[in-house]
């Protein structure tokens, strides 16, 4: 998660112009910028309204010089908006302008939009020759170009991973971000279709993921010397009693420090302090560290470490943190005192003491131990999409989401398909729930695999992101068409995973039996080579059914000891309070599903939750979603969720997860709503 301040800026947002009265004790100052926006949806006009089929662009880009992105540009008659923000959820579904159901078969259309606001800097940012000031935004889907008072300054194509745009520096030509309180003008233009046409059924993703600046922003200005984004790395290790009690923990700390300055820096040092989150009692403090030399632009890094003695544990009932703040300090001297530090920056980020074992070994040895504790994952996967707001769910409707998983007795959740955002992550960290952290793209061009490497760098320092995962449902396919090529992209994911993350957490793959036979086909597979844990979608494959599948795998010499998991099962279609049947009218037939399909998920959830080399089952999916839905106009909405798309359960909520007193469920378990804590 990017890192944040643990002092915050008193904020003033008066008609999208930010001002701030930064707080001086800390160094570096963190603005949201979720406010004072303005958007319009189209390149450079609005696309026709509902019941008209949207013509394509010839020239999909805005151009070299777009009139939307001039600070001139006369934006009154756009929305006025707040991120997070979806700009094409109300736009509303319509099979005219979508005849192949566009966006996921969501019949949602896909279009470019534009996003503008108006800020100046605060006085106390001056002179902005010694500082940097930049712009964080946590996600934008999909492509982005940011233009800066009509300048292009930074471009992005992944929609799902956050990027920082540099405002001053060498990066940006001098003068183009004006201080001393005169107006910017930001214009970001977003592409959310990136193909050859608005209408096609499937573009990038096979459900709704709708379009714009659909996660937080920030604005932040600090010194020339500073941390680097998710340049913080805390991974721990923990000592044990014989009883199972934490002895004692040993946490390691690393960071990246950047010089964005014109000239080299020496005698610069870091620190780090772990404090209590409940208490805000200082734990320990690591032995300043120094940095040494760093050249002008360029990174170095540095460590510390901290002994904690009997460490609160991180688990599921109690989910324990702590926060790590690291310090950067700059040496100087002064006439009259000699050499003394300056505190030139300062970032946080959370920590929790816990280990997570896996085995697929079965028998006496649980597949999954938390801190020594035999542990079921019992959960749902699930898409970010809510009624009404799409992609833009706010974070309240986020925590809602997590407290229903854990009402129903889940634990865990998988990111299907996609980097969560890391406000999710931040909640599943305080509530105690297990997450397998999951990339989008999964080729192997070199964007990809640094793709899957940033959201490890990401997400790597949350206690309840226990696995990453890549490779959905396909087996890493090759960097061209070219079918005869070897499938080369799992072990670039799994080497960007072991270079990222120092905890060292597992990989795993969610694999379809429906892409091949599974016997020989999983045996020489390249993907399942290179996971630490074998997931299973749904079905098996021939000759293997889906009960056969798990076992099956087992079985084979090369992977009686790999864990297997669960990843996606339990595709069951129901509908909140309908009763089964169909209509006709006007010559076209509608189907309703019946609202309760307890035995289908009984059928399935027990293929995984009854053998004991089972890691456990992620159920698809815990909400309806925007797009697959299981039939055809005017169905635009999935059916497969525990809850329907506006947050209300249906009545099966409580039959998807099993809960039992220890890692082995038994057969005839009464399913109940409590929470699968062991």
């Keep these: 998660m990017p890192s ?76 006025r908006v707040s991120l997070p923000h979806d700009g094409l959820v109300a736009s509303g579904a319509n099979n005219v302008s979508c005849p192949k159901g566009g966006s996921g078969r969501s019949y949602i259309p896909r279009t470019q939009m534009w996003y503008r606001k108006t800020f100046a800097l605060p006085a106390a940012w001056a002179p902005l020759t010694s500082s940097s000031v930049w712009l964080e935004f946590d996600g934008v889907f999909r492509a982005a170009i940011v233009y800066l008072n009509g300048y292009p300054i930074a471009r992005n194509a992944n929609g799902y991973l956050g990027f920082q745009v540099t405002l001053s520096g060498a990066d940006t030509p001098t003068g183009l971000l004006r201080g001393d309180g005169a107006p910017n003008v930001l214009a970001i233009f977003v592409d959310a279709d990136t193909g050859a046409g608005f209408s096609d059924s499937v573009r990038t993703g096979w459900w709704y993921e709708g379009g714009g600046i659909y996660r937080h922003a920030r604005l932040v200005q600090a010194g020339l010397l500073t941390f680097a984004r998710d340049g913080i790395a805390a991974s721990s290790s923990i000592k044990w009693a014989k009883d199972g009690t934490a002895l004692e923990a040993m946490l390691t700390v690393t960071s990246t420090v950047q010089n964005d300055g014109p000239v080299a820096i020496t005698g610069a040092s870091i620190n780090f302090t772990l404090v209590e989150h409940r208490t805000g009692a200082v734990v320990g403090v690591s032995s300043a560290s120094s940095v040494g030399h760093i050249a002008a632009r360029e990174t170095v890094n540095a460590s510390g470490t901290i002994s904690v003695a009997s460490p609160l544990l991180w688990t599921l009932r109690t989910p324990e943190l702590y926060t790590v703040i690291a310090q950067l300090w700059q040496a100087e001297v002064e006439a009259e005192s000699g050499a003394v530090a300056n505190l030139v920056d300062a970032v946080n980020t959370t920590h929790g003491f816990r280990e997570i074992v896996f085995s697929g070994a079965g028998g006496t040895l649980p597949s999954c131990a938390l801190n020594g504790r035999p542990f079921k994952w ?205 209509e006709s009218s006007n010559g076209q037939q509608v189907c309703v599903q019946k609202s309760f399909a307890a035995d289908c998920s009984q059928a399935q959830t027990e293929v995984y939750d009854l053998p004991d080399f089972i890691v456990g089952t992620m159920v698809w999916t815990l909400f309806d979603y925007y797009g697959e839905p299981s039939g055809g106009w005017p169905f635009t909405i999935s059916s497969f969720g525990q809850f329907d798309l506006a947050g209300f359960p249906k009545a099966q909520v409580c039959t998807a997860v099993r809960c039992s007193s220890n890692y082995t469920a038994t057969a005839g378990t009464q399913r109940m709503c409590n929470l699968c804590l062991d």
């Design 4 to 79: 944040l301040t643990l002092t915050p800026t008193v904020l003033i947002l008066t008609l999208g112009v930010v001002a701030a009265a930064p707080n001086r004790s800390w160094p570096r100052d963190v603005v949201p910028f979720d406010f004072g926006w303005c958007t319009r949806l189209g390149l450079h006009a609005p696309p026709p309204g509902p019941g008209v089929v949207w013509p394509v662009p010839a020239n999909q880009g805005p151009g070299p010089n777009p009139p939307e992105a001039a600070p001139t540009h006369n934006d009154t008659e756009w929305a």
């Design 378 to 582: 019992r959960g749902f996967c699930d898409h970010d999409n809510y009624a009404v707001v799409g992609m833009g769910v706010p974070d309240r409707i986020k925590l809602y989401r997590a407290q229903m998983s854990r009402a129903v007795g889940g634990n865990s959740r998988r990111t299907s398909h996609n980097p969560p955002d890391p406000v999710m992550l931040s909640i599943y960290d305080a509530l105690g729930m297990m997450v397998m952290d999951e990339t989008r793209i999964f080729d192997s061009r070199p964007s990809s695999v640094d793709a899957m490497a940033g959201l490890v760098r990401r997400d790597r320092n949350h206690p309840s992101v226990a696995m990453w995962s890549f490779c959905n449902e396909v087996a890493c396919e090759a960097s061209t068409a070219n079918a005869s090529e070897p499938q080369a992209g799992a072990p670039l994911f799994a080497q960007a995973v072991v270079s990222a993350d120092p905890g060292g957490r597992p990989t795993s793959a969610n694999t379809p039996g429906w892409h091949g036979n599974y016997p020989p086909w999983i045996a020489t597979d390249e993907l399942t080579r290179n996971i630490d844990i074998q997931g299973f979608s749904h079905s098996g494959g021939v000759p293997w059914s889906t009960s056969e599948a798990p076992g099956k795998f087992h079985a084979m010499a090369p992977f009686s000891t790999k864990p297997v998991f669960g990843s996606e099962c339990c595709s069951c279609n129901t509908m909140r309070d309908e009763d089964v049947g169909c």
